[in-house]
């Protein structure tokens, strides 16, 4: 069959088909061709971040909540500014393809120094070869059907970043043959033998427990496997937690739903059931320091089933090509006794909900925010949090359900939430974003707040001001810590839209959320001080840990 | 002899012997021990900046004016936002140290996945291998000091980044031995027989042409060779031009100074001149497709004599070991026959200067701008423009003295002129920065002149305001070339400091000029709106060469 396509085309179709509608970027020279291509498209829309590491942030958030994300930037001055956000959607497992415009293939041979350049024509990609699964420079149109279908797939394989380098003269090159339809819904390879003998001994293992849990980590999210987790923990009646990183993977109002784990920094009740248990059951979880509250694993593998996209492991040994979504397919089949639930909860992580009563004119401390906060966020919030103790207060918020929550949660980059609530809302325009960012971070990117007013998005943001780093205050001070104070309820003039808000006490926190709650048109920053020293229980165990180990 | 050194005093001793007497960067839990260190050292003051990212342009901008720059991270989220500033350093020959803090050398054994980590502990270093000229791991104090020598003498020697990383457990760790001092004067190998050789060559091809120009380039500046050139000019009557990257490196006063070569985008007379020339003697200029008006090369190469720091080419043959400085010296001492200087000039590459009338109510245009700014610079203002219409304006201002014209000129990465003025001012406070930036550039970096208020710096800021990319509208428009519209004269508020002032016509231009002149307490930002598709005559021969080229 004849294509009618063009590499350019071909990129916009592929991608649409992977479920994207939004792309985000900053235009440049050597991309404007492609720039032209996607507006005249009526595939993806242009959102045009004010800086390409935010574009980078956005494009995570989006494909976190929808599956999967793009962005597209013009070559190294664009490409490398996006190198930390896409390695943190590389630690993180978020699809995320980043196209890149550059030079065209016969200018290349033409001049040895072309502006933009760095050492050669192939350092963009090498660097992007650290930090991708999979990464191609469309060189040959005759391949490059097959090289974009090869990079994607291998996005959706891993849930992980991927890098394509256009060259500016092949945006308008036809494809000479349209390869066959690509399917994808990833498929696992599936090896039957390890699958049955590794099926069988789980169940064996799971059946002579005492105390098990499962442990549904963040590939539950991003393969979309919540309704199979929760088949599993219904039928075997077997109690579950989450991570920081997968965060509401489970509505965190199930009944069997004990809380999240984060080692030593959260609850010691759930920490004490997980660290106890015999048969952990690990999900598609990646465990890293963070989740042990930043210390080496106190877990004992002996008692493991772990079982990720990539492998799976019983206590010491492993098995290939057993695969994520069909063990626990097979788990829920197989036989595995049923348990009484265990019910010790609902305890919602231990926070009070619906029962904030603001103390008039009563300096506002952080742990009585994020006790009012829980009774603001509804089922149509999605709570984005940010780096330090903005993401250790609002772990202990109550998420209604899954994908709801999300954070920078081990990769722990700052500037985070607020290019992320613009992709955030994007991707599912039903969901209102609340940002909880610290000063120190807004500071880094918190001005592409303006970017949600040119897109008539809405966030909430929550600014906890403490005039500098806080989490790092608590393990070694000095003046470095500090930040220029910055008076962020002024920001709405600046950008031309939102409102502003001040806050010092309870009762003004407590009436500025009602007027933002009902303030639809556009965004609101609600500055919170807060004295430099507060910080969140959360915090506190935390710091208490890591502060043992910088000096 | 026994050290008193550890590893990270010896850091600080070396940087310190290497000119740096300020470290810009934010810390993180991974580099806060060293940032302790630093703030007791009392030789490397912290810059604490709002970003990473503009503590790398800054520490850039320190080292084109005071030789050697640094900057101080945390592990991968810190590192990995500075990628693309390491990348300009690295493309615009900048001495530029990244100091990054790393996971200790013991935790790292102890954990699989410790938080910041994106693929293994080695991720960030390989990334940087790509865009420095050594890098480092000091995972040993007895090879640390040798190390560390080492990778400091490559950014001598190449005037290109360095990266060192530090694992937090090493901060302290004592040097057994102390190495010898180091010759920071980097010292180049001669071969004495291809120098005399070459020389001789040379010489005679100088002797027997009719109209030989010298291309002064941006090495000249990075190795401090200006007396020398000016000894070659003053001795053998030989006019120079500079390229965009190097201007300023000779006084734009100097009447041997044609000055500055753009290819198609220059002046034509200047243009023809050296595109004519029988012999063109490039010293330390590496010429772009920007030097040439974003185009291939129009020099006939069998002209050429073309020595840099790394190679000497004359015509199409080599000469190796021959350096930089020692050739200059001995085309100082050789038998060049001296010539009647030309005195074509001095007409200050055709700009006017002292003689403009602000005409009252009439809307400001991009070239009456410059024009007005061409006499309000004097001999203590160090002008940096940002990309685009901002710098190819500024080619026309005449630079008073050298080095005082700061420019991302050939990576050409928008976002650099804010955190350059802070990086400039502290490496020689007795120049006040005239910053000339787009709205574009200024949304991505700007808000970092908050920085300059928290180190009472006094920038004045120029913004060009025509709400978008100015540049590439002209090659080919869409709605992404648009801008959110900002109130840019309000930011002083925001930051806690700062004069704002918009401007709509010439006279209103004129007396903010005024008053920011004598306003030395803080930094001043005048907002000057212009029309959409205005632009400086450089913009328009260039965009004319470009447009032909996107589509």
Known sequence: MQSTHTVSSYIIQRLYECGVNHIFGIPGDYVLGFYNQLLHSNKLKIINTCDELAAALA????????????????????????????????????PVAVISGAPGTKERTKNPLLHHMVRDYETQQRIFEHITVAST????????????????????????????????????????????????????????????????????????SQNPVIIAGVEIQRFGLQAQVLKLIEKTGIPVVATILSKSVISEDHPSYLGLYEGAMGYEWVREYVESSDCLILLGAFMTDIDFGISATPIDSKNIINVTSEKLTIRHHNFDNVGLQAFISNLITADIRTREPLYLRNRNNGSPSNCFSAEIGKKITVQRLFHRLASFITPDTIVIADVGDSLFGALDLVIHHDTEFLGSAFYASMGFAVPACIGAQLANPKLRPLVIVGDGAFQMTGMEISTAVRYHLNPIIILLNNRGYGTERRLLDGPFNDLQPWQYKTIPEIVGGGRGFLINTEDEFDRALEVASKHLDSFCILEVRLDPNDGSDALQRLTDILGKRVR
């Open 137 to 208: 420079i469309l060189n040959n149109s005759r391949t490059a059907a097959a090289e974009i279908d090869r990079v994607l797939s291998m996005a959706l394989r891993y849930r992980r970043p991927v890098y394509i380098e256009l060259p500016r003269d092949m945006v308008s090159s036809p494809i000479p043959d349209i390869s066959t339809s690509v399917n994808y819904s990833y498929e696992e390879q599936i090896d039957p033998m390890a699958m049955a003998e590794s099926v069988e001994e789980a169940t064996s293992m799971i059946n002579s």
């Open 59 to 94: 494009a995570d958030a989006y494909a976190r909540v929808k599956g999967f994300g793009a962005l597209c930037i013009t070559y190294c001055v664009g490409g490398l500014k996006v190198v930390n956000a896409t390695a943190q959607a590389y630690a993180e497992k978020s």
